[in-house]
């Protein structure tokens, strides 16, 4: 299935200026589209008489751009929940539901302004030669926080996909159900309030020596060496308490708490048997019973350092997703059943 959709007039759930005495207003207020695919295939590999074999997958992605707030002059509009600083928006050429908030000064020359604490940024970059991105240091030798709200991540995915193998071998079955997830971001808030609180693996370097950009990952994650600048770059400094209860936890910039939400589950495997041998009519009264012991969510392959990335603050049902924060993760279960057939 392919599909090309054009939505004008879409209602939103738009927030409001606390000045204004009320917190939400409900718009016809947005013009986007959706282009997406949706794939999916099963094939028969082998068949015997003893033996089958069953392989499907499915394929999916969608993507979504928005268009207009329907004000000209209006380029983001926050259309869900805000946690900690981080809100969910719907802006001008971007997928709907994308994350704002604050990050680190760093190099933007896409930006024709880049000024933080009345440092022109982007000019100390160029006069060191500083590639676009590079962190910014202070005299201190700690990052410098920037005030200003950008998009920080986007909790849509790349694609979906899954694939499914089955092995029948005379009465025995075995299935499994693989499921893939690729792209999007996951706010980490748990990690953020673990650094506040102190109880973070990450906290225990506290009366360590470091230096921001030789041996340091922001937030844990990504490579601890990265390009810096400024008047700080290469100072040795001392992480303590102050670091992980302010600038450099939940009460500092939240880009660095950003993590890709990408993964593999094995979300089902599945053994069965099916009895039909002439002893379960003559004692049963039944022409067959089916066996099957089945295990959901085993393993799990990703790169978050949380517990989960397929998880939910706000519930599946609304705009505002891609947050973290001490959400219970997906529960491993395991199903004995019985099947009487007569």
Same mark, same amino acid.
């Given at each position: 299935? /392919? /599909?090309?959709?054009?939505?004008?007039?879409?209602?939103?759930?738009?927030? *409001?200026?606390?000045?204004?005495?009320?917190?939400?207003?409900?718009?016809?207020?947005?013009?986007?589209?959706?282009?997406? $695919?949706? $794939?999916?295939? &099963?094939?028969?590999?082998?068949? %015997?008489?003893?033996?089958?074999?069953?392989? =499907?997958?499915?394929?999916?992605?969608?993507?979504?751009?928005?268009?207009? $707030?329907?004000? @000209?002059?209006?380029?983001? *509009? =926050?259309?869900?929940? %805000?946690?900690?600083?981080?809100?969910?928006?719907?802006?001008?050429?971007?997928?709907?539901?994308?994350?704002?908030?604050?990050?680190?000064?760093?190099?933007?020359?896409?930006?024709?302004?880049?000024?933080?604490?009345?440092?022109?940024?982007?000019?100390?970059?160029?006069?060191?030669?500083? @590639?676009?991105?590079?962190?910014?240091?202070?005299? &201190?030798?700690?990052?410098?926080?920037?005030?200003?709200?950008?998009?920080? =991540?986007?909790?849509?995915?790349?694609?979906? !996909?899954?694939?499914?193998?089955?092995?029948?071998?005379?009465?025995?079955?075995?299935?499994?159900?693989?499921?893939?997830?690729?792209? #999007?971001?996951?706010?980490?808030?748990?990690?953020?309030?673990? /650094?506040?609180?102190?109880?973070?693996?990450?906290?225990?370097?506290?009366?360590?020596?470091?230096?921001? #950009?030789?041996?340091?990952?922001?937030?844990?994650?990504?490579?601890?060496?990265?390009?810096?600048?400024?008047?700080?770059? =290469?100072?040795?400094?001392?992480?303590?308490?102050?670091?992980?209860?302010?600038?450099?936890?939940?009460?500092? @910039?939240? !880009?660095? +708490?950003?993590? %890709?939400?990408?993964?593999?589950?094995?979300?089902?495997?599945?053994?069965?048997?099916? $009895?039909?041998q002439p002893w379960v009519s003559r004692r049963l009264g039944l022409s067959s019973v089916d066996l099957r012991l089945t295990g959901n969510n085993i393993a799990l392959w990703t790169d978050y350092t949380?517990?989960?990335?397929?998880?939910? *603050?706000?519930?599946? !049902?609304?705009?505002?997703?891609? +947050?973290?924060?001490?959400?219970?993760?997906?529960?491993?279960? +395991?199903?004995?059943?019985?099947?009487?057939?007569?």
């Open positions: 299935t /392919y /599909y090309n959709t054009q939505t004008r007039d879409g209602i939103v759930t738009a927030v *409001l200026p606390p000045s204004t005495g009320f917190g939400f207003e409900t718009r016809n207020a947005v013009s986007m589209r959706n282009i997406g $695919l949706e $794939l999916q295939g &099963n094939v028969r590999v082998f068949q %015997s008489r003893d033996w089958q074999i069953d392989l =499907g997958g499915n394929y999916a992605f969608n993507r979504n751009r928005v268009q207009s $707030l329907g004000d @000209p002059a209006v380029q983001t *509009l =926050g259309v869900g929940s %805000s946690f900690g600083g981080r809100t969910t928006n719907a802006v001008v050429g971007e997928q709907l539901g994308v994350i704002r908030g604050t990050d680190f000064a760093r190099c933007r020359f896409g930006e024709a302004t880049n000024t933080v604490g009345g440092v022109d940024i982007n000019a100390a970059c160029r006069a060191a030669g500083a @590639p676009d991105g590079a962190l910014y240091i202070g005299a &201190n030798g700690f990052p410098v926080a920037d005030p200003t709200e950008r998009t920080i =991540g986007d909790p849509n995915p790349n694609y979906f !996909a899954g694939v499914r193998t089955g092995v029948t071998f005379r009465r025995l079955s075995f299935n499994t159900f693989w499921d893939i997830r690729n792209g #999007g971001t996951i706010q980490n808030m748990t990690k953020a309030s673990m /650094y506040n609180y102190g109880t973070h693996r990450d906290t225990e370097i506290r009366g360590s020596t470091v230096t921001f #950009g030789q041996d340091y990952r922001l937030g844990g994650v990504g490579p601890a060496q990265f390009p810096v600048v400024g008047p700080g770059a =290469g100072r040795a400094v001392t992480i303590g308490e102050g670091w992980f209860a302010g600038t450099g936890g939940i009460g500092g @910039p939240v !880009a660095p +708490f950003q993590e %890709s939400a990408s993964f593999v589950r094995l979300r089902e495997i599945s053994v069965g048997m099916n $009895l039909n949380g517990f989960d990335p397929e998880t939910s *603050l706000s519930g599946g !049902a609304v705009i505002t997703q891609g +947050f973290d924060w001490f959400n219970a993760p997906n529960a491993r279960r +395991f199903v004995l059943s019985v099947g009487l057939n007569r």
